[in-house]
């Protein structure tokens, strides 16, 4: 821990840019709220204590983050006014913070380990802003320097044209000295275009230094849903790079989609449209995709899922699943099985080398070694008000287009002949058939076409007639 150092994030502002109920904060990006990404960042820091500051109209950061402290900022009259509200709650011994906004999610630790760095070493400042150059300055303050030092910063909507021609702009981070900042805040005046008090004029009044990072990427802030849209093409870069880095490949990494939790193994292969998602873990070998979703699942080596979705499973190794099969939550899939296209399946335990090919039901199952569910088999688990179970021993086979009204168990080695609709229990080994007998009636059908020829016949006459007179 950093004895001294304290982390501010300011969260009060009203995201009006934003257009959103909930709080700009708690929108994800790969699957972690914006805010979360600042928080996970800044603890590289390894500060005394990290503050966050609120406002009364997002209450729902403060119900979904823990282990910070928080400050309430009662109305949203600027930056300077929102980190006014944060020093009240500063542990004692506290004499530098860093200040970040919470729509700033993609700074990396590094950076901001080294700026710390040069923080801590530049001992004559009271405050070092870390800056960026970038081709699209629109809505950024503006720095402007003497050498290595801030003169002021200029909001956009305040600039002269002449300053709107700055490309360096200010990150919202800075690294303070906290002696005289309550002072110089308070004394802060809301006469510009915003008529917000502006942290930046006390920032330009400090003798603040300047940090410039290499990559604007790392400073982008989140005002609209387009620079969320930037910033999450950002992380999924990033995210896809470090894999591919790792070993996996990815047909054509920009239309993939990976959450920040998810983890796959060397040798995979990752097609296009495929979503891993929450806390997804894929073994070695594998091919996802295109066009599947893996939700909160955990797969292991040398599976195959194509054109799937699949929501909290545990899959084994080996495993084929696809096309179009939808695996639902409490679904575990041992190895060697296959479910084929058209297939749903939920909170069913399928055990080895089972197949389950085409076009079926199964849900609140267990499905033994070995056994083949035929195309169109249905397990109805529900009466409308209770679900019930079925268990489908080792090596049974279950005929074509079966239907399975549980509570049912069909004994290991049992037949299901084609057909069947199920509704006792099936002893080991026997045969269930529960379909109407076939009977074959000779030349019926020759003799009822016959009928209706004749029919059809003279209906046809009795019609021209009619018209005829
Ligand atoms: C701010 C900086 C700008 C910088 C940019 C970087 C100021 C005046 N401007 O502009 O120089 O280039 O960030 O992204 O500081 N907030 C409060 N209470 C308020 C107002 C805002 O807590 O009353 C919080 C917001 O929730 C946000 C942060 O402060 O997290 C920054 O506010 P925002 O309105 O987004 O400032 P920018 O216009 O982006
Ligand atoms: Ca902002």
């Known amino acids: ?223 609209t849903r387009c620079d969320l849209a930037q910033a999450e093409a950002i992380i999924q870069k990033r995210i896809t790079t470090q894999m591919m880095m790792d070993g996996v490949s990815f047909i054509r990494p920009e239309a993939s989609y990976i959450e920040i939790g998810a983890s796959v193994a060397p040798d995979t292969i990752i097609y296009p449209g495929s979503y891993v998602l929450g806390h997804s873990t894929i073994g070695e070998g594998c091919k996802i995709g295109p066009n599947t979703v893996v939700d909160d699942c955990v797969a292991g080596d040398d599976c195959t899922i194509i054109f799937s979705q699949l929501h909290r499973a545990k899959i084994g190794n080996r495993v084929k699943i696809g096309p179009y099969c939808n695996v639902r939550p409490d679904t575990v899939i041992e190895d060697d099985v296959k479910l084929g296209d058209f297939v749903e399946i939920k909170k069913t335990l399928v055990r080895k080398g089972a197949k389950i090919p085409h076009l079926s039901y199964v849900g609140d199952s267990e499905i033994g070694e070995k056994v083949n569910i035929g195309a169109g088999t249905i397990t109805c688990n529900y009466d409308g008000f209770m679900k019930h179970p079925t268990i489908i021993e080792d090596g049974v086979f279950v005929g074509s287009n079966s239907t399975i009204i549980a509570p049912c168990r069909i004994g290991s080695g049992a037949y299901v002949a084609a057909g069947s609709v199920i509704t006792q229990d099936v002893p080991d080994d026997d045969l269930a058939v529960g379909r109407g007998r076939q009977v074959n009636k000779k030349g019926y059908a020759k003799r009822i076409r016959k009928n209706l020829e004749r029919r059809s016949a003279d209906e046809k006459s009795g019609r021209e007639m009619e018209g005829g007179s």
């Open 1 to 223: 821990m950093v004895e001294g150092l304290a982390v501010v994030i300011l969260a009060g502002g009203l995201s009006t840019r934003f257009k959103s109920k909930r709080s700009k904060l708690m929108h994800q990006l790969a699957g972690r709220p914006i805010l979360g990404w600042v928080l996970e960042a800044v603890a590289a820091l390894e500060p005394e204590q990290t503050i966050v500051v609120h406002g009364k109209h997002n209450t729902d950061i403060v119900e979904h983050f823990q282990g910070v402290d928080w400050a309430l900022q009662p109305e949203p009259l600027g930056t300077a006014d929102a980190l006014l509200c944060g020093i009240p709650a500063l542990g004692e011994g506290i004499d530098s913070i860093f200040l970040i906004s919470g729509d700033s999610p993609l700074i990396s630790s590094d950076t901001l380990g080294q700026a710390w760095l040069v923080a801590k070493a530049a001992t004559g400042t009271t405050a070092l802003v870390l800056t960026a150059d970038t081709s699209d300055p629109a809505g950024y303050g503006r720095v402007i320097k003497n050498g290595y030092f801030v003169e002021k910063i200029v909001e956009h909507k305040d600039c002269t044209s002449r300053e709107l021609e700055i490309t360096e702009v200010n990150s919202g981070m800075y690294f303070l000295k906290l002696e005289d900042l309550e002072n110089d805040l308070r004394a802060v005046g809301s006469h510009n275009a915003s008529g917000e008090m502006y942290l930046t004029d006390v920032i330009g009044k400090r003798s603040g230094m300047i940090y410039k990072l290499n990559d604007f990427d790392e400073m982008l802030g989140i005002n």
